[in-house]
C-alpha cells in the first residue's frame, strides 16, 4: 500500500500543451501513472500522444474518473486552476507551479478546504508511491518500492535523501513534497496522519526546513499520536535571518522559524535530527532495528 | 520587498490612512524650506530599509529650519545597519498622548491574515510578543469571507475606548485591509499610531512590505523598489534568474533547489568551512545560468574555492558540465573548484568534465570535505 496514490490512480494534467506540462506528462507516462486526460483552454479536441486535451476540468470529468489533478500552469494562472480543479470536485489536487501570490494562496487554500478536497504544494515536487504512480517532476529511478514514508519541503533535498535511503537498501512507501511557500495546502501533520494509518508504511522521514512552525506541530503530533518512528532533517542552519533562501517559506523572520526551535521540538517529540543526509539512513536503523 | 516610510505614507495617503504631510530630500540645505513649510517644530527622520533607526541616532527633534538642516545634515551622515542613510524624511513634531500599535500580516499557521493591536505602540512589537505577549490583541481575516466586523469591534475596543477613536481605528483597519489585498502585502504596520489631541489617531510610522510572488501584478509598487535593499551581486542574480543570497565566508556554492542549497551550506559548516553565499540555479539545465552563476562567484575575493552540487531531476548535468565548460572558457577562474554531479544524464556529465581534467564527486559528504579542505 501507499498514501494518497497507487497504480488505480487516475490522473490529469492541467497545462498539459505546456512545455513543462508536456514533457512531465510523458515522464509521467513512462513511469506507469495512468493519465486519463489533460486540460488546456482552447485546445479541447487535440491529444498529447495519447493522452485526449480537453477545454476544462469538468468535460475532461464528464469523459472519464478522475482522482487527481496536477498544475502545470504558469503563476498568474495557477489560482484559477486551483480553483476549476476544486469546482469540478477533483479530491486531490496537486501544484507545482512555483510563485503563487501569499495572500491569493490563503484564499485557495480555504476555497479547497471548504469543498472537502486535498491540496498539496504549490512550488512543490509532487508525489510518488514507487512503481505504482508518481504526480509530478521527480526522477522516478532514485526510488524504490518499500515502507519508509518521506515528507518534505523541498524538491531536490529531497532526491538527496531518497538517494540514501534506497542506496541503503530502505524502499519508501510514498514520497511528498509539500512545497517551500509560506502557506500550502498540505502541512507535516496532515501527511504525517496519514502515513500513521497506512499499514504498509514502517517508519517516516521529515525533511523541513527554516520558516514557520509546521515542524514545530508536526514534533507535537508525534509525540501524542505517532506509534510509528520518525527521523528529521532540518536544513537552513547557517541561514541569516530576515532573508529569503530560495522559497517563500524559508526565512527566519519575528524570531520564528528558527532551526534551533525546530531541532529541539523533533527531539522533544523522541525524533532524532540528522546533520547530514547521509546519515538518515543510520539514525533511522536506529529507531527501526532493521 | 521593502519601501522607505515615506513612501509607505504616501500610499497610506492614497488609501485615505491619516498621515501627517512630510517632505522628503537627499540635501540638508532642502530642510530649511521644508522646516518652515511644515511649522518649525519638526522631527527628521533617516529613511532606510532596516529597524532600529531611533537608537542608531536616525531620528531627530528640530525647534528651527536652522536646528532641521543641522539634524538633517548629521542624519545624511549616518550609516545604519550597514546602509548609508540617503534620504531623511522631514515632518511637523506632534504632540503624542498616547501610543498604540497596529499591524497586519500573515499567520502562516492559521492561513489566514492576522490583525495585531496594542495599547503598548512605540514599542518593538517582536519584543512585546515575547516579554508581554498578553499585551498583544488578535483578530482574524480569512479572504474568502472578508472581515467579520462584530469580531473587529470587539477586539478594537478593547484598545479604543471612546466611540471616536474606535471608529478611526475600524476604519483604518479596513483600509489597512483594502491595501493588503489589492497590492498584496506582506505586512502593513503602524508603529506608533498615535494619539496626538483628544481624538485625533494618526499614523506616524508606517512600514510596509509586499510579496516579491506578486510583484508582477503592480507596476506601481514595482517602481518603488530601492536598489538599496539588495547587493550588487543579488541584483545581478536576479537578472540572471538565479536565487541568491550573499554570506561572508569563503566558499562559494552553486546547487540546484532552495533545500538542498541550504543543506549543503550547512554541511560546509558542519565540517568546518564557512560559505560565501546560498545560490540556488532554478530547476532549468541552461548552461548560460551557471555561467552567471560563477561570473558572481568568483568577482567576491573572499571566496576561496568553489563548490558546484547538482542533484539532476529535470536539471540535466551534461547541461551543467557544458555551463562549467563555458565559464573556464570566457573567465579565467584560477579558483580550485570541487563539483558533485548525481542524478539526470550523470554518466554525460561527468564525462565531459572528466575530458576536460576536472574531477567530479558522486557523493556530497565526500565533495563538502574536500572543497573545505582546499579553501
Given at each position: 500500500m501507499s498514501i494518497l496514490i497507487d497504480e488505480k490512480t487516475r490522473v490529469i494534467v492541467q497545462g498539459i500543451t505546456g512545455r513543462d506540462g508536456s514533457f512531465h506528462a510523458r515522464s509521467m507516462v513512462a513511469d506507469g501513472t495512468d493519465i486519463v486526460g489533460g486540460v488546456t483552454p482552447g485546445k479541447g479536441g487535440q491529444k498529447l500522444d495519447d493522452i485526449p486535451v480537453y477545454n476544462t476540468v469538468a468535460d475532461c470529468m464528464k469523459q472519464s474518473g478522475v482522482d487527481a489533478s496536477v498544475i502545470f500552469v504558469p503563476a498568474r494562472f495557477a489560482s484559477a486552476a486551483i480553483r476549476e480543479a476544486a469546482d469540478?470536485?477533483?479530491?486531490?489536487?496537486?501544484?507545482?507551479?512555483?510563485?503563487?501570490?501569499?495572500?491569493?494562496?490563503?484564499?485557495?487554500?480555504?476555497?479547497?478546504?471548504?469543498?472537502?478536497?486535498?491540496?498539496?504544494?504549490?512550488?512543490?515536487?509532487?508525489?510518488?508511491?514507487?512503481?505504482?504512480?508518481?504526480?509530478?517532476?521527480?526522477?522516478?529511478?532514485?526510488?524504490?518500492?518499500?515502507?519508509?514514508?518521506?515528507?518534505?519541503?523541498?524538491?531536490?533535498?529531497?532526491?538527496?535523501?531518497?538517494?540514501?535511503?534506497?542506496?541503503?537498501?530502505?524502499?519508501?512507501?510514498?514520497?511528498?513534497?509539500?512545497?517551500?511557500?509560506?502557506?500550502?495546502?498540505?502541512?507535516?501533520?496532515?501527511?504525517?496522519?496519514?502515513?500513521?494509518?497506512?499499514?504498509?508504511?514502517?517508519?517516516?522521514?521529515?525533511?523541513?526546513?527554516?520558516?514557520?512552525?509546521?515542524?514545530?506541530?508536526?514534533?507535537?503530533?508525534?509525540?501524542?499520536k505517532m506509534s510509528k518512528p520518525v527521523v528529521g532533517f532540518i536544513s537552513g542552519r547557517t541561514a541569516p535571518p530576515g532573508k529569503r533562501m530560495g522559497h517563500a517559506g524559508a526565512i527566519i523572520s519575528g524570531g520564528k522559524g528558527t532551526p534551533d526551535a525546530k531541532i529541539k521540538a523533533f527531539n522533544a517529540a523522541g525524533v532524532p535530527v540528522a546533520d547530514k543526509p547521509d546519515q538518515i539512513p543510520t539514525l533511522l536503523r536506529k529507531q527501526t532495528g532493521r | 520587498m521593502k519601501i522607505h516610510e515615506y513612501q509607505a505614507k504616501e500610499l497610506f495617503a492614497s488609501y485615505d490612512i491619516p498621515v501627517q504631510d512630510q517632505a522628503v530630500m537627499t540635501e540638508a540645505g532642502e530642510a530649511r524650506a521644508a522646516a518652515d513649510k511644515l511649522g518649525g517644530f519638526v522631527v527628521v527622520k533617516a529613511q532606510v530599509l532596516v529597524g532600529g533607526r531611533g537608537k542608531a541616532g536616525g531620528v531627530k527633534l528640530a525647534r528651527s529650519a536652522d536646528e532641521a538642516v543641522d539634524a538633517a545634515r548629521t542624519i545624511l551622515g549616518l550609516t545604519i545597519g550597514d546602509l548609508p542613510v540617503e534620504k531623511v524624511m522631514i515632518a511637523p513634531a506632534v504632540d503624542i498622548k498616547k501610543e498604540y500599535y497596529m499591524g497586519l500580516t500573515l499567520d502562516r499557521a492559521r492561513k489566514q491574515l492576522i490583525l495585531m493591536v496594542s495599547k503598548a505602540g512605540g514599542v518593538d512589537i517582536e519584543e512585546l510578543a515575547v516579554e508581554r505577549p498578553e499585551e498583544i490583541l488578535r483578530f482574524h481575516i480569512n479572504p474568502l469571507d472578508g472581515i467579520d466586523e462584530t469580531g473587529l469591534e470587539a477586539c478594537l475596543s478593547q484598545a479604543f475606548e471612546t466611540p471616536r477613536l474606535l471608529e478611526q481605528a475600524g476604519d483604518v483597519v479596513r483600509k489597512m485591509y483594502k491595501l493588503t489585498?489589492?497590492?498584496?502585502?506582506?505586512?502593513?504596520?503602524?508603529?506608533?499610531?498615535?494619539?496626538?489631541?483628544?481624538?485625533?489617531?494618526?499614523?506616524?510610522?508606517?512600514?510596509?512590505?509586499?510579496?516579491?510572488?506578486?510583484?508582477?501584478?503592480?507596476?506601481?509598487?514595482?517602481?518603488?523598489?530601492?536598489?538599496?535593499?539588495?547587493?550588487?551581486?543579488?541584483?545581478?542574480?536576479?537578472?540572471?534568474?538565479?536565487?541568491?543570497?550573499?554570506?561572508?565566508?569563503?566558499?562559494?556554492?552553486?546547487?540546484?533547489?532552495?533545500?538542498?542549497?541550504?543543506?549543503?551550506?550547512?554541511?560546509?559548516?558542519?565540517?568546518?568551512?564557512?560559505?560565501?553565499?546560498?545560490?540556488?540555479?532554478?530547476?532549468?539545465?541552461?548552461?548560460?545560468?551557471?555561467?552567471?552563476?560563477?561570473?558572481?562567484?568568483?568577482?567576491?575575493?573572499?571566496?576561496?574555492?568553489?563548490?558546484?552540487?547538482?542533484?539532476?531531476?529535470?536539471?540535466?548535468?551534461?547541461?551543467?558540465?557544458?555551463?562549467?565548460?563555458?565559464?573556464?572558457?570566457?573567465?579565467?577562474?584560477?579558483?580550485?573548484?570541487?563539483?558533485?554531479?548525481?542524478?539526470?544524464?550523470?554518466?554525460?556529465?561527468?564525462a565531459l568534465l572528466m575530458d576536460a581534467g576536472f574531477e567530479v564527486a558522486e557523493e556530497l559528504s565526500a565533495a563538502v570535505e574536500k572543497v573545505v579542505s582546499v579553501a
Open positions: 469540478a470536485g477533483v479530491p486531490l489536487i496537486i501544484c507545482i507551479t512555483e510563485g503563487l501570490p501569499v495572500v491569493e494562496m490563503v484564499s485557495n487554500y480555504h476555497y479547497v478546504q471548504r469543498r472537502g478536497l486535498r491540496l498539496i504544494g504549490p512550488n512543490c515536487p509532487g508525489l510518488i508511491s514507487p512503481g505504482k504512480c508518481k504526480i509530478g517532476i521527480m526522477p522516478a529511478r532514485i526510488h524504490k518500492p518499500g515502507s519508509v514514508g518521506v515528507i518534505s519541503r523541498s524538491g531536490t533535498l529531497t532526491y538527496e535523501v531518497v538517494y540514501n535511503l534506497t542506496t541503503s537498501g530502505y524502499g519508501q512507501s510514498t514520497c511528498i513534497g509539500i512545497g517551500g511557500d509560506p502557506v500550502i495546502g498540505s502541512s507535516f501533520t496532515d501527511m504525517l496522519e496519514l502515513f500513521e494509518q497506512d499499514p504498509d508504511t514502517d517508519s517516516v522521514i521529515v525533511i523541513g526546513e527554516i520558516g514557520g512552525e509546521d515542524e514545530e506541530a508536526a514534533a507535537e503530533f508525534i509525540k501524542h | 489585498i489589492e497590492k498584496d502585502c506582506s505586512l502593513v504596520e503602524i508603529n506608533p499610531y498615535a494619539l496626538v489631541d483628544d481624538d485625533t489617531l494618526l499614523a506616524l510610522d508606517a512600514k510596509v512590505n509586499f510579496d516579491d510572488n506578486a510583484l508582477y501584478k503592480h507596476a506601481d509598487i514595482e517602481a518603488m523598489k530601492n536598489p538599496e535593499e539588495y547587493s550588487q551581486d543579488e541584483i545581478d542574480a536576479k537578472t540572471a534568474n538565479l536565487s541568491f543570497v550573499s554570506m561572508d565566508g569563503e566558499i562559494g556554492c552553486i546547487v540546484n533547489g532552495a533545500g538542498l542549497a541550504m543543506a549543503t551550506m550547512d554541511i560546509i559548516k558542519l565540517y568546518g568551512g564557512t560559505p560565501a553565499n546560498f545560490l540556488d540555479v532554478g530547476g532549468s539545465s541552461n548552461p548560460e545560468k551557471v555561467l552567471s552563476a560563477l561570473q558572481i562567484i568568483t568577482r567576491n575575493p573572499k571566496v576561496k574555492a568553489i563548490l558546484i552540487n547538482i542533484f539532476g531531476g529535470i536539471t540535466r548535468c551534461d547541461d551543467i558540465a557544458n555551463g562549467i565548460l563555458m565559464a573556464m572558457k570566457q573567465t579565467d577562474i584560477k579558483l580550485p573548484m570541487v563539483i558533485r554531479l548525481i542524478g539526470t544524464n550523470e554518466k554525460e556529465g561527468r
